[in-house]
């Protein structure tokens, strides 16, 4: 006959308290980033930043709105924003719903970011598995006279000779 002691966990408790853990253990705490230890090609990145200014480059009515129904029938609309920290500035493309975030003066938390390349230079960007959030006002000054999308690129071919 086995008896319940209160002392003992049971094996079923203790599975329990493993698998809580371990589920809890799956989210990581973001690492944030700052605008100038941004790179080509990178991705997966946190940020927190100010809107300096919004340009819209795109606004595009759907053509024929009576055969479609959905998400394809909306306006497009792309903006060119400059936001920075303190450590510098960066071109930020806004599509859709985002330019409506994107006002001057915000302050925004950029959750995996990624870059995109355009004509040369580096474009900041948030596809459908980022995420954007107006937070608090941030205390920071911007740094503009450091804009990483003045930078241009050259893609360069190595050729290993044998």
Known sequence: MATNDPSKP??????ADAALTSHSS????????????????TTGHTLIVKVLNSNTVLS?????????????NQNTRI????????????LFTARNNQV????????????NAKIDMFKGSMRLAVDKW??????????FVVKED?????????????????
Do not use: H, W
């Not at 799956?26 to 090609?41: A, E, I, N, Q, T």
């Open 60 to 72: 595009k009515k759907p053509r024929n709105t009576m055969s479609f129904r959905g998400p394809q």
């Open 26 to 41: 799956g989210l990581r705490k973001p690492v944030f980033v700052k605008v100038d230890s941004l790179k080509p090609g």
């Open 10 to 15: 049971t094996e079923q408790s203790a599975s």
């Open 79 to 90: 903006a060119e924003c400059l936001i920075g920290d303190e450590t510098g500035t960066i």
């Open 146 to 162: 450091n804009n990483l999308s003045l930078v241009e690129y050259e893609l360069v071919n190595i050729v290993e000779e044998s």
């Open 100 to 111: 409506d975030l994107m006002k001057p003066g915000n302050t925004l938390i950029l959750r």
């Open 130 to 139: 980022g995420r954007i959030e107006v937070t608090e006002p941030a205390k």
